[in-house]
């Protein structure tokens, strides 16, 4: 099992940016594809990006296409998700995981799932 722990939420203006981080410890890091998620509240959570255990293939849902980028430090044992233009709909927390079964990168059963770290967006 791999831990994961998100960092660099916060508090921004629409049109800013933020910087999320997700840092493993434990094993194969760099063998698992990994993804954002997050949950509005209220919602269910919801699809953000994810990116395959060599970077070889990356997916985003369609609200955040060509604002967010995903990109991973297999040395560093680390995942990023690069938000700009942000916009008061992406307010949520954001989560990273770990381990989707079979390869599939949107589906909401990853194995290993973090904290959580929380995104404010105001007008």
């Known amino acids: 099992q791999v831990q994961l722990v998100e960092s660099g939420g916060g508090l921004v203006q629409a049109g800013g940016s933020l910087r999320l981080s997700c840092t493993a410890s434990g094993r194969t890091f760099n063998n698992y594809d990994m993804g954002w998620f997050r949950q509005a509240p209220g919602k269910d959570r919801e699809f953000v990006a994810a990116?395959?255990?060599?970077?070889?293939?990356?997916q985003y849902e369609d609200s955040v296409k060509g604002r967010f980028t995903i990109s991973r430090d297999n040395v560093r044992s680390t995942m990023y998700l690069q938000m700009n233009m942000l916009k008061p709909e992406d307010t949520a927390v954001y989560y990273c995981?770990?381990?989707?079964?079979?390869?599939?990168?949107?589906?909401?059963?990853?194995?290993?799932w973090g904290q959580g770290t929380q995104v404010t967006v105001s007008s």
């Open positions: 990116i395959s255990w060599n970077s070889g293939s990356t």
């Open positions: 995981a770990a381990d989707p079964p079979l390869g599939r990168l949107r589906t909401i059963l990853y194995k290993n």
